[in-house]
């Protein structure tokens, strides 16, 4: 069974959730399996399955075709699906129409936006719809031209009150949840304590309601840069380089395919062909 919004707000204070981003089929069944509390399809997909330098390229059309293949295999994971950008930031109406297209081609739960108090009439009207909505906080990729980088935010007296009343506001206009990314750990801690929103960290320490990571940084997947704030539990870029270059090894030594991996036909069949 699918958890429900109230089932995700009821671990506020409690278990911490767990979230992690898929693009695809076969990595939300996997996740679905290890009992993972939430999937985001992120429009990081931009970056890690599309090779771009950021997430600015993304279109609607880009998270529904990858949210359609992820809600097909995670039979039990809440899945939230990211709105790119230029789908929220040109109007309510284009908000609430592109959230209403995300939800009706991908069957997914929840959509999630980028950007504290100034997008907070789009959330609202958009919970008004009837579809819940994650909020995303803190280091926005969205906006990584007007920040200057990917930076750690709310660092100063101004940027961290900045951040918590960009909080307030994107709960008051009633996100379930909140993304704080690259967020210093005690300011995390205290927008969890001040808002009934979930708060979800990626860099932003353990004092969220729960933690989110993109799964190919997780796994080390490539051997490029790792934020500091990625734990890798894997390194699957050295198992795939390994059987890659083995797999080219047998197909030029005649060593792959074996017996087993053949099909046979009988002699007396063969005969008759010439
Ligand atoms: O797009 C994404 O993967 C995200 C996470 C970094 C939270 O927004």
Redesign the pocket.
């Known amino acids: 069974m699918k958890k429900s919004i109230f089932d995700l707000l009821s671990r506020k204070g409690e278990k911490p959730l767990s979230m992690l ?1 898929a693009y695809d089929y076969h990595t939300a069944c996997t996740i679905d399996e290890a009992g993972i509390d939430m999937i ?1 399809v ?4 931009g970056n890690v399955m599309l090779g771009y330098d950021n ?1 600015l390229a993304v279109t609607v059309d880009d998270m529904i075709h990858h949210g359609k293949a992820v809600c097909r295999g995670a039979r039990n994971t809440f899945v939230v699906v ?1 709105m790119p950008f230029m789908s929220y930031q040109t109007s309510v109406h284009d908000a609430v129409a592109n959230a209403g297209r995300i939800m009706k081609e991908t069957n997914c739960q929840a959509i ?1 936006l980028e950007g504290g108090a100034e997008y907070a009439d789009r959330i609202k009207a958009i919970v008004q719809a009837g579809i819940p909505v994650v909020a ?1 906080i803190g280091l926005t ?1 969205q906006s990584v031209n007007t920040l200057g980088g990917f930076k750690v935010q709310g660092k100063t007296v101004e940027a961290a009150q900045k951040l918590l009343a960009d909080a307030k506001a994107v709960s008051e206009a009633g996100a379930f949840a909140i ?1 704080l ?1 690259c967020v210093p750990a005690a300011l995390a801690q205290k927008v969890t304590e001040m808002v009934p929103a979930l708060t979800i960290g ?1 860099g932003a320490g353990n004092g969220c309601d729960g933690q ?1 990571l ?1 799964y190919q940084d997780m796994l080390g997947y490539t051997d490029g840069f790792t934020p500091k704030f990625v734990k890798k539990y894997a390194n699957l870029h050295e198992v795939m380089l390994h059987a890659f270059k083995q797999y080219k090894e047998d197909c030029e030594q005649r060593t792959f395919p074996e017996k087993c991996h053949t099909f046979t036909i009988s002699d007396e069949v063969l005969e008759k062909l010439y």
Do not use: F
């Open positions: 981003t985001l992120g429009d990081s997909l997430t990211d999630k995303h990729p993304t990314e990626i989110v993109v």
